[in-house]
């Protein structure tokens, strides 16, 4: 019997401090994830447990770029001289690969030592923000309560002084989702170099006496029954329409200069090459996470004792990554997909999406469907055109960011257009430069 092999890459999402955070915010998926370790303090990864890990995802890692994924809880709670360790163990483990790092945080304990190591080490901060201060302040507020866009704010200068490299993480919610556009301008003038939303997708649990609560997903595919969300979810219908709205003011003047991760994996699926999104690929497996005592998990949406691979004190992370059971987890996404997403036209960009949030029935009654499936059907549609069209300037290797001449000229959004010769921008016109100005503010009056 020969031994399992190791897919192709795969990646940990590491969670040195657990769920343990400095904020509340209302629909945080992870707080509730105490409940998996009770009586555990403090929730803080080992040096031993730490060293393991970084020595054996290295060696595990197929390619010579590897990339550390630190995520929480709140990672930076474990304080500046943990991380120094972390950069030590990379160091001492590297073996001439060349490591690199994000962290996501919620900003509001960063200062000028922070931002002068993540500068330093080249970390890629992801910044949780969900848009204005009012938006924001909603549902991400302290343990005391109050608003913390300030002090995210204060975060984000500091990260902008130090040039350190960021991206923005927005959950959409029952609020955001209804101003898509002050949202995304919003983002957009804060500097984001990559948006990233989340749609929160959360059933209200109906049974107290259950240990996890109800936002333990379903077995791949299987039905929930009576479904009540929270009321902080997005509504299945109008989370489409959030992106459908912002995409529209993206495709005519933001291309090539803004990015949206949602209209990067679609367009991947344009040009039929793999998604850098999960919940859009075909089968799952490759994504996991670890837990600060370092248990092994399937995936970050599947931190549930039925979901645990094992222990990486006790077992390698290679042996558990190729574990038969990671491999059917991650294969059931397409094996249980229902008849109704098979026969789909836009199947091919969905593909049901993440196993997590399928616990709809489909209008023949099968189990299965992913609630957020109203809006995909409606994203996918919408965007089909210039998808089509950005596709086209791929293949002939030029940039994307052509197709906003298009609606700049009032021509139709297909390929064709694309012989069509531009005509000389009028002043009022975007400038072709790419500035984002329009062409008098760049070539003067
Ligand atoms: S379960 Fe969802 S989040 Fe996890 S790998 Fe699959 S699609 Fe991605
Ligand atoms: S849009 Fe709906 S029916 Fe189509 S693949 Fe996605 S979840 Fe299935």
Redesign the pocket.
Known sequence: MSAPSLPKAFHVMAKPTGSICNLDCTYCYYLEKEKLYPGATPHRMSDEVLERFIRDYIATQPGPVVQFLWHGGEPTLLGLDYFRRIADFQAKYACGKTIENSLQTNGTRLDDAWCAFFAEHKYLIGLSIDGPRDLHDAYRPTKGGRGSFEQVMAGLALLKKHKVDFNTLSVVNDLTVKEPLRVYRFLREIGSGYIQFIPIVERANTDSSLPIPLSAPPEHGAAAGEVRMTKWSVPAAEYGKFLSVIFDEWVRRDVGRVFVQMFDTALASWVGVEPPLCVFRKTCGDGLALEFNGDLYSCDHYVYPRWKLGNIMNRSLGDMVADPAQREFGAKKQTT??A??RR????FA????CPKHRFMT?DDGEPG??Y???S??HF?AHVDKPMKVMAELLRRERAPAEIMRLYRDNLPVTPASLDIPPRPPGRNDPCPCGSGRKFKQCHGA
């Open positions: 997909l229902p109704q997403c789909c036209p836009v199947e969905c593909h049901g999406e489909t469907l992913n957020l499936c109203p995909y059907k996918f």
